[in-house]
């Protein structure tokens, strides 16, 4: 199975940038995704990564080293808008998709 | 309209009744999920189904049954509803890609609430 570990609230202001870290431990790792959901609101994809490195995609950046089983999910020029809940999720070689709780995100204006 | 709709959105029932989630998608996808949310805990995987006659148990299977009538149609049962499955509930698709698993394309969510 997966054990994923990911902050549980942070709070930024508007226009700054945060930084939300997630840790894994997984047999056969085959990938990692980040979900953005707002609240009452259902998961929508933000980002892949399943080589080492860093992918950016406009505002945001999601970071991964598969030795020290850690990703990263970087927000930029954080607008209102970006608050929500921010979910690390990893991929074994079964294909399933086991999720960490979730990282809430507050920004202030 | 919704790529993944599922029925229906609320629903209030009692302790020992029969409850069925339905799941229809347009997306054409093979694969076929259903996860609940619980404030704190994420998403966990309840049973998904990787084509019409593929049914497997995900961590939370207890409790649960499903039926995948049609690759476009996947439906969750719980034969007798307890208050701890009070939850918002998730249908999800996927299709093959990058290598491995895609991105997961998700219903609106069906709130339960068990009495």
């Known amino acids: 199975g997966q054990n994923i570990d990911q902050p549980t609230e942070m709070t930024a202001t508007e226009g700054a940038i945060v930084q939300i870290n997630c840790t894994y431990q997984?047999?056969?790792?085959?990938?990692l995704f980040w979900y953005q959901q707002h609240a009452g609101e259902a998961p929508t994809f933000l980002s892949y990564n399943v080589l080492d490195g860093l992918e950016e995609k406009g505002r945001f950046s999601s970071f991964l080293s598969r030795s020290k089983g850690y990703s990263y999910l970087l927000l930029k020029e954080l607008q209102m808008k970006d608050s929500a809940s921010y979910l690390c999720a990893v991929t074994s070689n079964d294909y399933k998709l086991s999720f960490g709780a979730g990282t809430t995100v507050t920004v202030r204006a | 309209d919704a790529d993944v709709t599922q029925t229906p959105r609320n629903r209030i029932t009692k302790t020992g009744k029969r409850i069925m989630l339905e799941c229809s998608q347009t997306?054409?996808?093979?694969?076929m999920y259903w996860y609940r949310q619980d404030p704190g805990l994420g998403l966990r995987l309840i049973y998904y189904?990787?084509?019409?006659?593929?049914?497997n148990k995900g961590e939370i299977s207890d409790g649960y049954s499903v039926s995948r009538q049609a690759q476009a149609k996947f439906s969750l049962s719980l034969e007798s509803a307890i208050p701890n499955q009070t939850a918002l509930y998730f249908c999800?698709?996927?299709?093959f890609g990058m290598g491995g698993p895609g991105e997961l394309f998700f219903g609106e969510g069906s709130r339960l609430t068990v009495l």
């Open positions: 189904s990787f084509d019409v006659k593929d049914i």
């Open positions: 997306k054409g996808h093979d694969r």
């Open positions: 997984t047999s056969g790792f085959n990938g």
């Open positions: 999800a698709t996927s299709d």
